[in-house]
């Protein structure tokens, strides 16, 4: 099972370095006040913003800043600044660069396993809980129904 970013790294997560507070204005979006999620660029005037809030809000065809119809191309630049901000990951605690999240969560967080070990075991607990509510009816009739998947189980 593979650990989802949002999950272990957001906004919150970012250190507030030296290099982060020298960019922060040039990498936050003016329409949610966040940093970019996908950055888009007015070939216009210029100005960035995250995808998902230009498709909400513009439909990706205007300009919030100028007001009238414009294309826009990935922000590249700012995509570049992003992967160098560095994360607490709330998981193991350690600090990773914005770039390498994917594959610290795949491969290096040292908490991980212990994780997916506690859900895997938090899931088989739910299921013996529902086990043990089920009527006897059920047990003899040697079909239960599983809530949880919605699968059959034969015993």
Do not use: W
């Amino acid at each position: 099972m593979k650990l989802k970013k949002d999950e272990y790294f957001s906004d919150d997560c970012i250190i507030e370095d030296p290099f982060y507070i020298s960019v922060k204005d040039l990498i936050t979006c003016t329409l949610c006040n966040k940093i970019f999620k996908e950055p888009y660029m007015c070939n216009g005037c210029q100005k960035i913003y995250c995808k998902s809030c230009l498709k909400k809000d513009y439909k990706l065809k205007i300009c919030p800043a100028e007001k009238k119809e414009a294309k826009f191309s990935p922000g590249i630049n700012s995509n570049a600044l992003i992967s160098k901000l560095k994360y607490k990951c709330k998981n193991c605690l350690k600090e990773v660069a914005q770039s390498d999240i994917k594959t610290h969560l795949n491969e290096n967080c040292k908490r991980s396993k212990k994780i997916e070990r506690e859900k895997t075991l938090a899931e088989m607990i739910k299921v013996k809980k529902e086990l043990i509510k089920l009527s006897r009816k059920d047990v003899e009739n040697k079909v239960v129904s599983n809530k949880i998947s919605g699968k059959k189980i034969l015993y």
